[in-house]
């Protein structure tokens, strides 16, 4: 995994989530998708730290609520990204 690739993972979840989300909804969602996404690699935990902290330094992100994500499991994420996008498709 490098910066680029992160970067442009987490803006292609920002671009394609639902419109009617809040711009803080909208940022937890792209930011649950790359961890999400990094915890299928089955990276060691430090290195998935390391490269979401790289990535909020890159997107100004919230670091309050990336380290509640990491602290997600992986059935937790997806039940929040689910979540997230019925909230935005108004189900």
């Known amino acids: 995994m490098n910066d680029d690739f992160l970067r442009g993972y987490y803006q292609g979840a920002v671009e394609t989530a639902p419109a009617s989300l809040s711009a803080y909804d909208t940022a937890t ?3 649950t998708m790359v ?3 990094l915890r ?3 990276l060691p935990e ?19 609520t990336a380290a509640r994500l990491l602290e997600l499991t992986k059935a937790e994420l997806e039940s929040l990204a689910a979540r997230l996008m ?6």
């Open 35 to 37: 961890v999400q996404h």
């Open 86 to 91: 019925a909230k935005g498709l108004g189900k």
């Open 40 to 42: 299928h690699t089955n």
């Open 29 to 31: 969602l792209a930011m």
């Open 46 to 64: 430090e290195r998935i730290t390391d490269l979401v902290n790289h990535l909020l330094f890159a997107t100004a992100g919230d670091p309050t």
